[in-house]
């Protein structure tokens, strides 16, 4: 007599129950090793679709680790700030299209009176830019300290001679009573203009942020699944 029970299966019971402990920690370190992929691969893209794209536009993504309570990982742009604006700010209408957001050196000249609230600055003919092709950081807060625009009072031009002379140098440039941008006196007869007031500048989606992830989701998150259980069966995890 042919008599078949359950007892063979008791290996392969016990096989399952561990893979079913080890698969929260498996799924979060997968999710969290494709996530990072996908970072890498929208970093590479950003060089291909931006014009000589500096550190900060290169360095502006943040990676959320799945945990085993939250399987989710994500990736976006950092929204925190340090004396410069958030990523968000102006990533977003790269990624998503639309108009662009007022920049904290638009929001500290429009607090001042020197730009009027339709208006957004863009560099003029006269900037001087860096290997970029933007005007530099230090370029900037000297107008913004001349125009007594700095957010730190302290920073802004005082009462000593070298601030006074700042404070002459810059200037908003008037077409009769439109005002055009902000110039700068570098001699007795010379004027160059240095940022031009423009309507608010509007972008078409450039960074396939969302097309490029999905590929990379697609491509590798099984393989990174396998792998992670794998890992974790041999580790105990």
Same mark, same amino acid.
């Given at each position: 007599?042919?008599?078949?029970?359950?007892?063979? /299966?008791?290996?392969?019971?016990?096989?399952?129950?561990?893979?079913?402990?080890?698969?929260?920690?498996?799924?979060? #370190?997968?999710?969290?090793?494709? $996530?990072?992929?996908?970072?890498?691969?929208?970093?590479?893209?950003?060089?291909?679709? /931006?014009?000589?794209?500096? %550190?900060?536009?290169? +360095?502006?993504?943040?990676?959320?680790?799945?945990?085993?309570?939250?399987?989710?990982?994500?990736?976006?742009?950092?929204?925190?700030?340090?004396?410069? $604006?958030?990523?968000?700010?102006?990533?977003?209408?790269?990624?998503?299209?639309?108009?662009?957001?007022?920049?904290?050196?638009?929001?500290?000249?429009?607090?001042?009176?020197?730009?009027?609230?339709?208006?957004?600055?863009?560099? =003029?003919?006269? $900037?001087?830019?860096? %290997?970029?092709?933007? &005007?530099?950081?230090?370029?900037?807060?000297?107008?913004?300290?001349?125009?007594?625009?700095? /957010?730190?009072?302290?920073? +802004?031009?005082?009462?000593?001679?070298?601030?006074?002379?700042?404070?002459?140098?810059?200037?908003?440039?008037?077409?009769?009573?439109?005002?055009?941008?902000?110039?700068?006196?570098?001699?007795?007869?010379?004027?160059? &203009?240095?940022?031009?007031?423009?309507?608010?500048?509007?972008?078409?989606?450039?960074?396939? /942020?969302?097309?490029?992830? +999905?590929?990379?989701?697609?491509?590798?998150?099984?393989?990174?699944?396998?792998?992670? #259980?794998?890992? =974790?069966?041999?580790?105990?995890?």
């Amino acid at each position: 007599m042919l008599s078949i029970n359950a007892k063979g /299966f008791k290996a392969s019971a016990d096989h399952l129950k561990r893979i079913e402990r080890q698969m929260p920690f498996a799924t979060a #370190l997968a999710l969290t090793r494709t $996530a990072q992929l996908a970072k890498e691969e929208i970093e590479k893209d950003m060089c291909s679709v /931006f014009d000589r794209p500096t %550190r900060w536009t290169l +360095n502006s993504l943040r990676l959320i680790p799945a945990k085993k309570d939250k399987l989710e990982a994500r990736v976006w742009m950092k929204d925190e700030s340090d004396k410069a $604006a958030p990523a968000t700010r102006w990533l977003s209408p790269q990624v998503e299209g639309g108009a662009r957001q007022a920049k904290r050196s638009e929001a500290l000249l429009r607090k001042r009176g020197r730009l009027p609230a339709d208006r957004f600055i863009v560099p =003029a003919r006269d $900037a001087r830019l860096d %290997r970029y092709g933007n &005007l530099s950081r230090g370029q900037v807060q000297k107008i913004l300290s001349g125009m007594g625009a700095q /957010f730190d009072a302290y920073q +802004n031009s005082t009462t000593s001679r070298r601030s006074i002379g700042n404070r002459k140098r810059y200037f908003v440039m008037r077409r009769g009573s439109e005002l055009i941008g902000i110039a700068e006196r570098t001699g007795k007869r010379r004027i160059g &203009l240095l940022l031009a007031y423009v309507g608010q500048p509007s972008y078409t989606q450039r960074l396939d /942020f969302y097309g490029v992830g +999905n590929r990379v989701v697609g491509q590798h998150l099984q393989a990174q699944l396998d792998k992670a #259980l794998a890992e =974790a069966l041999r580790g105990g995890r």
